[in-house]
C-alpha cells in the first residue's frame, strides 16, 4: 500500500501530499500520525526551509477526518474519543500553526471538516478556482473538533464564523479568501506553481528571522496586546546576536543583496 502521506523535497521545499484520493484524503489516524512524524523530520533538516501541504487526486484537498474510523472511538465513550480523534487533530493543527518553518498549503479540491481546519491552522494558503470549503460537523451532530470553533471566528469574525459553523453550508474559494481562510485564488493547473512562488518569495529572506515572524504572529494573537509587544522585543533580541541580522544590515547599507547562512 502507499503511503498515506507523500513527501518530495526540492529547492529547499517539502512537499507533503496526503494521499488517500478515493478516500478523499480523509484524516484517519495513520493519516494524522504519519504527517506528525513528517513534521518533525523536516524540523531536524536544515536544507528545507518551506513546506507545502496539498492533496492527491483531481478531488480533495482533504474531506476531514475519516468517519468511519471515529465513530469506532465514539462508540467506546467520551474518553477514548478525546483521547484517539480530538487531541490526535487538534495536536496536528496546533503543530501546523505553531509550526517555525513556513507553511502553505494549496487547496485543490474539497476542504471539509478537519481539511478546512488544516487550511485555518497553516501559515498561509492559495486555493484553486475549483476548491470548495465547508465546516459540515453539524450535520454529524456535533461541533468541530480540530480547531474549528476557535480559529475560524479568529480568522473570519464572529458572526461570519457562526454562520459557516451553524449550517454546515459550503462556501467558495473567493469567500474563503474573502474571510481570510485563503491568501489568493488561482487556476487550477496554476496551484502549485502559485504556492512555490510564494515560497520563494519567503525563502529570499532570513530563515531565522522568518521563524520569529512566525513565533511572534501565532503567540501574540492570543495575548493582549502588552504581551504580544513583549514577545516581539523577545524575538528581535533573539536575533541580535545572529549573523543574519548583520549580514541583512550590511548588505542594506552597502546596497547588494543579502546572503544569509540561516543559522
Not at 90 to 103: D, G, N, S, V
Not at 169 to 188: I, M, W, Y
Not at 242 to 258: K, V
Amino acid at each position: 500500500m502507499p503511503d498515506p502521506v507523500l513527501m518530495q523535497v526540492k529547492d529547499n521545499i517539502a512537499l507533503l501530499t496526503l494521499n488517500r484520493p478515493r478516500k478523499l484524503n480523509a484524516l484517519n489516524y495513520e493519516v494524522i500520525d504519519l504527517m506528525m512524524a513528517l513534521l518533525e523530520r523536516i524540523e531536524d533538516d536544515d536544507t528545507i526551509r518551506a513546506v507545502i501541504l496539498t492533496g492527491a487526486g483531481e478531488r480533495a484537498f482533504s474531506a476531514g477526518g475519516d468517519i468511519h474510523e471515529f465513530s469506532q472511538s465514539v462508540s467506546q465513550g467520551a474518553r477514548i474519543a478525546d483521547k484517539e480523534f480530538v487531541r490526535r487533530g487538534q495536536a496536528m493543527t496546533a503543530r501546523l500553526e505553531a509550526y517555525r518553518k513556513p507553511i502553505i498549503a494549496a487547496v485543490n479540491g474539497i476542504a471539509y471538516g478537519g481539511g478546512c481546519e488544516i487550511t485555518e491552522a497553516v501559515h498561509l494558503a492559495v486555493a484553486s478556482e475549483r476548491a470548495i470549503f465547508a465546516k459540515p460537523e453539524i450535520n454529524l451532530g456535533m461541533p468541530p473538533t480540530f480547531g474549528g470553533t476557535q480559529r475560524l471566528p479568529r480568522l473570519a469574525g464572529r458572526k461570519r464564523a457562526l454562520e459557516l459553523l451553524l449550517t454546515g453550508d459550503t462556501f467558495s474559494p473567493q469567500r474563503a479568501c474573502e474571510l481570510g481562510l485563503v491568501n489568493k485564488v488561482v487556476p487550477h493547473e496554476d496551484l502549485l506553481p502559485a504556492a512555490h512562488e510564494m515560497a520563494g518569495r519567503i525563502l529570499r529572506h532570513s530563515p531565522i528571522a522568518v521563524a520569529g515572524i512566525i513565533s511572534a504572529v501565532t503567540r501574540g494573537l492570543n495575548v493582549t496586546i502588552a504581551e504580544g509587544l513583549q514577545i516581539e522585543s523577545e524575538q528581535f533580541a533573539r536575533l541580535v546576536p545572529t549573523r543574519d541580522i548583520r549580514e541583512g544590515l550590511d548588505a542594506w547599507i552597502e546596497r547588494r543583496p543579502p546572503v544569509y547562512a540561516g543559522r
